[in-house]
């Protein structure tokens, strides 16, 4: 690994990384013209618990408006939580200021989904990866840009390119600059937020052995968060179900998806079709048991 | 005789790089009340392809070469008022945005009785009366009140559902849906796909579904295209295709998919196919994977374009080492 001027904050194992309580995230629906005043909330996130122990993956999925990417945001503290609490090394990053969730930054990375919106256009590849060592001030330019083609090596991304602009690289290409954005000040934890759901399958096969490439080489943490049951499955250790704001199940991954007990998580693992057509008709009977959890949603 | 009989098939767009030959001598066939799956990723040509057929490629695209018969008319001929007769009474089409395909000024009532009275000469009652059968039909609850409210008081799968009903209002023989399910969730898909599925048995409508997702032909389509970079690399029934896939690029993009059922997921890899599609103003020579494929040897793969060959009685492939012929062993990377 590079950019060796940031200790890897030691972690003891076992102990949990990320301990999530009582997570709360309230939108206000507001109302009148002159006079505004807040009608209801949408609850977008609504009680929710989880743990991430150092060097594993927790998979949190959802269907779209299940509230899984807000509360990854909620975690980076991108968003403020109405209420809750977001342990992180120790520390509450609910009630810390900026100049502290900076610091806490080096440790706690992400990965967006969208890997054209994600990159700055206007800077260079290498200027993307080395942004986060600017930012904390390690090292001088020189430093940085070295620091820079070894991140990009390490995410297999050819370094010579390190003076191009992002448009000039497909949506895979783009996903491991981000990548290698996220691994420059050594972080502890990665939040991904489906990182692979803008990609085709070969691609998105390339980019998912990535991660549990270097998962495996340092001992990163995932929250990974997708709404494809299929990928979630193969990057995680544990998984949370989400549905309406709140985690309807959670537990080890085996016995979520080959056993689920909530209701909705039955549903939803039915649902997801299966590249066997020798099972259709069993899929699709299995699907008509859970009719009516789902009717509401149609 | 086929419902639809594609034939060798040239649909290319002028780009000021060059001419982009997105649909590069593509055929197939579809019978009567079977439903076709063609898959592939992005830039193959799978929506060009239908697009293609239905009249709807604009300039800078244009048909190039190739024929379309549709019960005994080429549609890649007809012009106009003709070709307008048979899209959206004969043939159906649905698309992957039910967002944006409805008009949000109009009730759902209104844009399904359009239909109604251009192709059939409905009364205004006779079309109102039919439009509830529809949306009945397609399982919207509530459909006499729901009729005449705007696209926005639908969710999204409700609003596949109308296109659903508007694209069988005139009983066509043929629907085709390209990503009809991509931007719905994933229990509004197995809704949607369940939906199709009556509607090709009541029906003995034929349907041609276009996605990018294994899981999604496999639990629909009877026959199967796997379409790259431009043209179509295997054809076969879906048994055969899942039980036995030929084609190196299909085996691959297969072993790509992550699973959801099965043991030791976690800890194993996927296959990933390295590189990428080639750019399709300046195709490779030979074979179009050859650069990404693991069996492409020093021999003619890198030269000699493969032609389509049945390889056995209704499985087709494109390449030169189709996997019951193969005894090499993959090159490098695997």
């Given at each position: 690994?590079?950019?060796?001027?940031?200790?890897?904050?030691?972690?003891?194992?076992?102990?949990?990384l990320l301990?999530v309580k009582?997570?709360?995230?309230?939108?206000p629906?507001?109302?009148g013209?002159l006079i505004?005043?807040t009608?209801d909330?949408?609850?977008?996130?609504?009680d929710?618990?989880?743990?991430v122990?150092?060097?594993?993956?927790?998979g949190?999925?959802?269907?779209?408006?299940?509230?899984?990417?807000?509360?990854g945001?909620?975690?980076?503290q991108l968003?403020?939580?109405?209420?809750?609490?977001?342990?992180?090394?120790?520390?509450?990053?609910?009630?810390m200021?900026?100049?502290?969730?900076?610091?806490?930054r080096?440790?706690?990375?992400?990965?967006?989904?969208?890997?054209?919106?994600?990159?700055?256009?206007?800077?260079?590849?290498?200027?993307?990866?080395?942004?986060?060592?600017?930012?904390?001030?390690?090292?001088?330019?020189?430093?940085?840009?070295?620091?820079a083609e070894q991140?990009?090596e390490?995410v297999?991304?050819?370094?010579d390119?390190?003076n191009?602009?992002?448009?000039?690289?497909?949506?895979?290409?783009?996903q491991?600059?981000?990548?290698?954005r996220?691994l420059?000040?050594?972080?502890?934890?990665?939040?991904?937020?489906?990182?692979?759901?803008?990609?085709?399958?070969?691609?998105?096969?390339?980019?998912?052995?990535?991660?549990?490439?270097l998962?495996?080489?340092f001992?990163?943490?995932?929250?990974f968060?997708?709404?494809?049951?299929a990928?979630?499955?193969?990057?995680?250790?544990?998984?949370?179900?989400?549905?309406?704001?709140?985690?309807?199940?959670?537990?080890?991954a085996?016995?979520?998806?080959?056993n689920?007990?909530?209701?909705?998580?039955?549903?939803?693992?039915?649902?997801?079709?299966i590249?066997?057509?020798?099972?259709?008709?069993?899929?699709?009977a299995?699907?008509?048991?859970?009719?009516?959890?789902?009717?509401?949603?149609? | 005789?086929?419902?639809?009989?594609?034939?060798n098939l040239?649909?290319?767009?002028?780009t000021r790089?060059?001419?982009?030959?997105?649909?590069d001598?593509?055929?197939?066939?579809?019978?009567r009340?079977?439903m076709?799956?063609?898959?592939?990723e992005?830039?193959?040509?799978k929506?060009?392809?239908?697009?293609s057929?239905m009249?709807?490629?604009?300039l800078p695209?244009?048909?190039?070469?190739?024929?379309?018969?549709?019960?005994?008319?080429?549609?890649?001929k007809?012009?106009?008022?003709?070709?307008?007769?048979i899209r959206g009474?004969?043939?159906?089409?649905i698309?992957?945005?039910p967002?944006?395909?409805?008009?949000p000024?109009?009730?759902?009532?209104?844009?399904?009785?359009?239909?109604l009275?251009?192709?059939?000469?409905m009364?205004k009652?006779?079309?109102?009366?039919?439009?509830?059968?529809?949306?009945?039909?397609?399982?919207?609850?509530?459909?006499?009140s729901?009729l005449?409210?705007?696209?926005?008081?639908?969710?999204?799968?409700m609003?596949?559902?109308?296109m659903?009903?508007?694209?069988i209002?005139?009983?066509?023989?043929?629907?085709?849906?390209d990503e009809?399910?991509?931007?719905?969730?994933?229990?509004v898909?197995?809704g949607?796909?369940d939906?199709?599925?009556?509607?090709r048995s009541?029906?003995?409508m034929a349907?041609?579904?276009?996605?990018?997702d294994m899981g999604v032909v496999?639990?629909?389509?009877?026959?199967?295209?796997?379409m790259?970079?431009?043209?179509v690399v295997?054809?076969?029934?879906?048994?055969?295709l899942?039980?036995?896939p030929?084609?190196?690029?299909?085996?691959?993009l297969?072993?790509?998919?992550?699973?959801?059922?099965?043991?030791?997921?976690?800890?194993?890899r996927l296959?990933?196919?390295?590189g990428r599609p080639?750019?399709?103003?300046?195709?490779?020579?030979?074979?179009?994977?050859?650069?990404?494929?693991a069996?492409?040897?020093?021999?003619?793969?890198?030269?000699?374009q493969?032609?389509l060959?049945?390889?056995?009685p209704?499985?087709w492939?494109?390449s030169?080492?189709?996997?019951?012929?193969?005894?090499?062993?993959?090159v490098?990377?695997?």
């Amino acid at each position: 690994m590079t950019a060796p001027e940031v200790p890897r904050m030691p972690t003891t194992t076992g102990e949990p990384l990320l301990v999530v309580k009582n997570l709360k995230k309230y939108f206000p629906i507001r109302k009148g013209i002159l006079i505004d005043r807040t009608v209801d909330h949408v609850k977008a996130v609504d009680d929710v618990s989880f743990e991430v122990r150092a060097g594993e993956t927790l998979g949190l999925v959802g269907e779209s408006g299940s509230g899984k990417t807000t509360s990854g945001y909620c975690v980076l503290q991108l968003l403020k939580p109405t209420s809750g609490s977001v342990l992180f090394n120790g520390q509450e990053l609910t009630k810390m200021r900026k100049a502290g969730l900076r610091q806490v930054r080096r440790d706690l990375q992400v990965v967006f989904q969208d890997p054209y919106a994600s990159l700055n256009p206007r800077m260079t590849v290498g200027d993307i990866v080395s942004e986060p060592l600017l930012v904390h001030d390690i090292g001088d330019r020189r430093s940085r840009r070295r620091s820079a083609e070894q991140l990009l090596e390490v995410v297999g991304f050819n370094p010579d390119f390190i003076n191009r602009y992002p448009h000039e690289f497909s949506g895979g290409q783009r996903q491991r600059i981000g990548i290698a954005r996220a691994l420059a000040l050594n972080p502890s934890l990665i939040v991904c937020d489906e990182p692979v759901s803008a990609l085709d399958v070969s691609i998105q096969a390339q980019i998912l052995n990535l991660l549990k490439d270097l998962q495996a080489e340092f001992g990163l943490a995932y929250l990974f968060i997708a709404h494809d049951l299929a990928v979630v499955r193969t990057m995680s250790d544990r998984i949370a179900v989400m549905n309406r704001g709140k985690i309807v199940e959670e537990g080890p991954a085996e016995e979520v998806y080959s056993n689920p007990q909530d209701p909705y998580s039955q549903a939803l693992l039915a649902a997801v079709p299966i590249p066997d057509p020798r099972r259709m008709r069993e899929r699709r009977a299995e699907r008509r048991k859970h009719q009516d959890v789902l009717a509401e949603s149609i | 005789m086929p419902l639809l009989a594609v034939n060798n098939l040239h649909t290319f767009f002028k780009t000021r790089e060059g001419e982009v030959r997105a649909v590069d001598g593509v055929s197939f066939t579809i019978d009567r009340g079977t439903m076709l799956g063609i898959v592939g990723e992005s830039g193959c040509g799978k929506s060009v392809t239908m697009l293609s057929i239905m009249g709807l490629i604009e300039l800078p695209g244009r048909v190039v070469d190739g024929s379309a018969v549709f019960q005994g008319r080429d549609l890649l001929k007809l012009k106009g008022a003709t070709l307008e007769d048979i899209r959206g009474h004969e043939i159906g089409m649905i698309f992957q945005d039910p967002m944006t395909s409805l008009n949000p000024t109009l009730t759902i009532g209104t844009q399904i009785t359009e239909t109604l009275r251009r192709h059939l000469g409905m009364s205004k009652q006779q079309a109102r009366k039919r439009a509830i059968e529809l949306l009945q039909e397609v399982h919207i609850p509530n459909a006499s009140s729901r009729l005449d409210d705007y696209p926005h008081r639908y969710s999204g799968g409700m609003r596949q559902r109308v296109m659903i009903a508007i694209a069988i209002s005139c009983n066509p023989k043929l629907l085709i849906a390209d990503e009809p399910t991509t931007a719905l969730d994933v229990t509004v898909q197995a809704g949607v796909l369940d939906l199709l599925h009556e509607l090709r048995s009541e029906h003995e409508m034929a349907v041609i579904i276009i996605t990018h997702d294994m899981g999604v032909v496999a639990e629909t389509a009877n026959d199967i295209l796997v379409m790259y970079a431009g043209q179509v690399v295997e054809h076969a029934s879906a048994y055969d295709l899942f039980d036995r896939p030929e084609h190196p690029y299909t085996e691959a993009l297969l072993e790509a998919l992550p699973q959801v059922e099965g043991e030791g997921i976690r800890d194993g890899r996927l296959r990933s196919i390295p590189g990428r599609p080639p750019d399709l103003i300046d195709p490779p020579k030979g074979c179009r994977f050859a650069p990404r494929c693991a069996y492409a040897g020093l021999d003619d793969c890198a030269v000699v374009q493969p032609e389509l060959r049945e390889i056995r009685p209704g499985h087709w492939v494109r390449s030169r080492h189709p996997a019951s012929e193969r005894v090499a062993q993959p090159v490098g990377v695997g």
